[in-house]
């Protein structure tokens, strides 16, 4: 029988997997983004997981310190999503192919 | 934390600080010269404190960081590459419509974040400087907005970083799951008590993904070539360098803590990924016609290079130091060259733009030119003896196999750089090159410094003695 | 005595110098006093060196005169050093001598062309390389002598160089003397190899205790060597050089392609006499070569209708004489040829010169006749040249030399009847293509009129060269008149004496022989070529394949064309862009191509990027749990 | 210390002329003509003042160390012994002559190209003279980047490309000797402890047969790309027929020198068993090289290429004499080494200064040139015969030497070698024929005859290919004593 640390630990893996499946599939930056959010968080289940094995706070500090950043990201992520559909005027990834080779 | 602590922290401080001071300056609604000229000041102020607090290293500040001669050799170069990138990003943004004030704000975060990887020696701190200097980044790609895609290129990174940062925070959270703990040294401690566990590996795996990433080794360098080109010129010399030395840094001290180079597994991966990316990369670049996404695709190579040095272990840092500086500085001034000759509307990274550069203006063609070389590692320029010390290296330990493909690859790399040079060389079309406003002591001053990094590379490449003992000396303590 | 060594080729090489440097600042009597002065003061210097060699004889019967050291490397060593033998002393006064007379021909032949200098350097350069070639006492000097004279036969040949026929002919020349040469040279390493020296005395020395008599090796090196002299005597299968090599000055011919250049193969077997006597099977094949050759450029000679081409066979079949003689071992009679030789037919291409000349370049017999009236003296010269080449008994120069190949071809030790029939054939031949050449030159009626007389200058060496070739055959007789042997006597001082077959017919017999043989041929001649029937034999269509068989020199020519020239050509035409290359641009292109492959991914699509990514952990991943 | 003098006047001569352009072209010639004649005189005045001999014992005439990258135990080692002295000699002759020919030939941008000029003849001189392996690899690369540039900038119509072909395969080559310099380095520094690229250090450094073999092949390999040995010569026809007129005149005549310098010094002395192994296969691709070289010039109708490939025909030579290991046959390949710069170098000359007549280096638009060039047509027919290796001329003694003494080594290929020799005369007289013989055909007024300028270049060239071969002991001692040592070990 394996411990509720591991029982957690997948319970993150597979919301992790969840966001990639996520991120891959979804065509719209807005949901992508969201993706990315369940995964980070995902990897916070995870810390907090690993913290509450060794009996340490230093998960859930992690885990503050990945909210923190998640959101200034996501900050930025919608002000560029804005300005893609200002200049485009969609939120299509697959129409936003003028960088290439 | 004690006094001594504090001082050795010093650098830092002031290079946050300075980030403050610059939005106070915004606030008092200060020029673009002042907040430009403060923001050298305070460079300057850093490299001082450096100096100054040389004798107090090293210094442990637990459990987050550690300052010594290793920290100090990769801020300075950091801080060296800043100053060159604000002084470029002064010319850049001098006449762009948009107002350039916050980007310094940025610029000197993003630096923050640089610097505190190369001090960091756990997890915690390895993520804030990590995430501080990608987020700086998003916007700083992104700064311009409405010029040549900026804003997509910003997008495509943000959401790669994210991703890669996930993938980060979740190989830190597998590995303190097993080892307990999320200091370097502990977890190589934990490491040799219990052996490797699929799950340590696993988190070491996605660890690397992460740094691979910001690194932009194969497989996971799709994005460089993008936001290299989408990037205003200043932010790519920016990404090319500054961040890439500080994860470089970081990639080192862990690996040094938890013996990487040990452990075959490790070294199998980074084998595969060197090779792949000195192939990859230099065959992208062949028939490459914008410079910025072509420096992209060479930089690729380059870190396949770095990786060989990385790999022979502890003989390979000196090394790895001296080529850092070299690649710098030739990168550097490459992009102060395309800064110069970009256009309020795009930036001049259209090889066809470069057609008989050298018959109009001889000294930019030949410092492009004396860099280009120094990418290619001819003697005479910095790259040689660079790239002779990572071969050294890579000799030393017997790497046989990536030594060979390194020549190999670096003689594929000796095309597109030959293709450069001799359009530098050709006979130049009839229209003429536009004349330039600008403040003139800046101009001078992007000039002098960008003759200044060319005598540097030709000096480090016909005496690098000297430099590699101080760099010994440095990594002594 | 031995310090006037140097001089003998120094004056001519100084001519060359001064013409080649100044030449065409100098006006054309110096050009011609340099030119002819030079090889005179050398033949002076030559008969001096005669005289005193013949009067008293230098110790070791040899001048020898070292200038410096050429190159000296670990056991090779060569010197530029000069030595003057008794047979060296013939070869040095024919060339200086005739080629003295030949210059003198030259400076009124050459009048009118615009490079004089050029003429007379060329030919100054040649009767230097020449001396060399003879007066070297190491084959690598004698090499570059061998190679010198080549030179200058192609420069001369070449002369008029802006018909581009001539500089086929030069090329031609050279090529095909160069793989003589070859061939020589390759004998010059084996000689060193296993004689460790290449200084001819000193061959000459080791030699005998260094081979056993017909050992492989000695019969190789005989080969090769002999296989150099073929190249440069045009003897079979090399000879088809020479006819065309009559496109230089009718002078050229006769110095290099009648008196000496083309002798040089007879000089070098003779000098290395003691090798070919070590190597019987070589000497089989020398007189076979020279006994096929004589008849093969004989048949040929009797087809020609360009007067020089004529001389030009009857020069190869007489040198074929010579090597016949060489092969059956009568050295001396070898030598004695080439005297005499030298003499007639340098006197035969002089005379037709100023036939040439006279008849506005014409060089066809056919449209000559009737000269004998209106140029007298070149008429009576010419007569006494074609006396001796045909070998009238006891009137020609040629009779004795000649007549002594014939017996010995019998009556050596190593000679044969068949040898004999052939040689016999041979004269019969010589007599019948000499009688057509004087009776259509100069009888029947005139075709073409004569434009211009040939001046003093030209006349006076055509009578001394007649005189000699008259009077050159007294200073040696056969054994059974007068037996007088000046010549053989001087000669056998280096020389082996003739080895003669232990049980013999009477040596009067065969003489009587050889001169019906020759009054046969001259009476058929004179039959077939006598007014107008001849013309007629000329043209009968019966004969036309035969006679354009032997006109084409027995379709050498094809033949090589058709073995080595074009397939030569072919290959190198094939490969004109060397196919190496296209491995090289193969590799460019293969990398060009993964260019293109690769820059698939870089589609700018942020998907493609993440499954990049994914992939890269995937394979991580995998490679952790297989490892 | 005359050594770094003669290399610094170089360098500093080429960026004087650099700077000096702008003003006044003539004075920018005139520097370089003084810098290249200053840095000749250096050798030839201090070998006339010394008269140095040398002695079996002690071949190295100057010796000159300094610290460079002490770290890394590269010091800045010049030595020069017979070996050097002579191709040093050669150097600076061809190098004054490559400056005189360029003279009017390069009208603009002339200050770069004198400056790469004379910084390749540095680079050259430092190949010569540099005893240290890392210093060695430095100037083999100093002298490839400003030829570069004088392919790339100042050659024909398709400069490009050969430049590109030019430098990746010296590159290439360059690099896997660096890797086998290092591998050096490191062997001997593990068995001695003593860290070191010392030349006369890494000499004696004992190799187990598998290291040695790879370690002599990476040096071969960028040596004999250099000389060219077919199949790796295809850089060559392109790279000299793209060149300007001193550009080819350089590459002939002193660049393929190095390589078969960099096999006299360093292949056969370092791995004297390993050179011996492959030996006969060495021997082997020369005399391919002699006659493919031959059958390609040949088929050429464009005058340079045409040259070009006579010289991989004769570069044939000295592989085929290096690698009998007999002392005839290495003196052989140094006089083949100084006779081939001084003939091929005269050939290039020419076609230079056909072309600067007559805009065309085909053979087939050419011909009669003798009528209207008399003077061109003797020296051309001079060096012509040179080439084909005519007695008297320096060549020949080369040849020779070499054939004769490879002959007890392996006869069947000194054979095929010696119809090389009837092959070069096919192709010199096709230079000949197609070139000088024949009736004039140029419409215009025919071009000038040899003007003062080419007189001196000419008449230098004469002089030593006729010293050369008519007396050639003094080379022959002054290398004698290395060359010695070299059969020795």
Redesign the interface.
Known sequence: MIDSAHMVLMVATVLFALGLVGVLTRKNVVFMLISVEIMLNAAGLAFVAAGSKWQQPDGQVMFLFILAMAAAEVSIGLALVLQIYHQHKTLDVDRLKELRD | MTHLQFLALLPFLILATAAIVVILLIAFKQSHTVIQITGFVMMCGVVLAMWYVRDTLPREVPPLLVVDGFAALFTGLIIFSVLVVGLLSYIYFEEREENPKEYYILLFLATLGSAVLTISRHFVSLFIGLELLSVSLYALIAYLRNRNNAVEAGMKYLVLAALSSAFLLFGMALIYMETGSMEFTAIGRALETSGSSVLFLMGIGLIVVAIGFKLALVPFHLWAADVYQGAPAPVTAFIATVSKIGVFAVLIRFAQAVHLQQNTLAVTVFTVLAIACMLTGNILALMQQNIKRLLAYSSIAHFGYLLVAFLSGDAGVGPTVFYLLAYSITLLSAFGIITLLSTTRRDADDLSGYRGLFWRSPLMAAIFTIALFSLAGIPLTAGFPAKFFILTAGVQQNMWLLAVVLVLSSVIGLYYYLRIISTLFAAPPLTSVKERTLHPFFYAATYTSLVVLMCLLAWLGVFPGFIVDQVQAFLQF | MHQLLPYIPAFPILGFLVL?LFG?KLSKPVIATIGAGTVCLSALITIILGFSFLQTEPPGGVYDQLL???????N?SVD?DLRVDALTLVFIFIITFVGALIHIYSAFFMWHDGDYA?FFASMNLFVCSMLLLVMADNL?LM??GW??VG?CS??LI?FW??V?SN?RAA?KA??IT??GD?AL??G???L??EVGTLNISGILHQAPDQFATGSSNIVLITILLLAGGMGKSAQLPLQTWLPDAMAGPSPVSALIHAATMVTAGVYLIARMHVLFQLSPVTMVIIAIIGALTLFVAGCSALAQTDIKRILAYSTISQIGYMFLALGVGAWSAAIFHFFTHAFFKALLFLAAGVVIEALHHEHNIFMMGGLRKRMPVVFITFLAGAAALSALPLVSAGFFSKDAILWYSFSAANGNPLLWLMALAGAFITALYTTRLMLVVFWGETRTPVHRQPGQGMVIPLVVLAFLSVTAGFIEWPHNMLHLTLFSAHVQKVLPETLLKTTLPSESLFQLIAALVTLAGVFLGYILYYGKPGIRWQQSPALAGIREFLFGGWKFDQLYNFLFVKPFVF???I??S?V??K??NGIAQA??R???W??V?????????????????L???T???L? | MILVWMIVVLLAGGVLCWLVAQRNQLICRWIALIAVVTAFSIPLGWYLRFKPVVTAGNNWLIDYQANWIPAYGISFHLAMDGLSFVLILLTFLLGTLAVLCSWNEIRERTGFYFFNLLWTLAGIAGVFVAMDLFLFYFFWEVMLVPMYFLIAIYGDFNRRYAAYKFFLFTQTGGLLMLLSILAMYFIHGQQSGNYSFDYFTLLNTTLNDTAARWIMLGFLIAFVIKLPMVPLHNWLPDAHSEAPTAGSLILAGLLLKTGAYGIIRFVLPMFPQASAGIGWLAMLLGVIGIVYGALLAFAQTDLKRLIAYTSVSHMGFVLLGVFAFREIALQGVVMQLLTHGISTGALFVMAGMLKERLHTRDIDQMGGMWTAMPHMGAIGMLFVMASLGLPFLGNFVAEFLVLISTFDVSPVLTVIASVGLVLSALYSLRIMQKVFLGQLQTVTQPPADLSAREWVIVAALTVAIVFLGLYPQPVIDMVGGVVTGIVRS
């Open positions: 080649s065409r410096w050291s050429w190159f000296s490397v670990g090779l530029i050029r690598v090499y570059l190679e010198g030179l192609y420069l070449g160089y802006e581009p500089c090329n050279f090529l160069r793989i070859t040279l390759i010059l390493f084996l060193f190899k290959i190198t035409r490969n004109k060397d190496i290359d491995m090289y990398g060009l993964l260019n293109s690769f820059s991914s870089q589609n700018g699509s942020l998907r493609l990027y993440i499954v990049g990514v994914l992939a890269g952990i394979f991580i991943i490679l952790q749990l490892l």
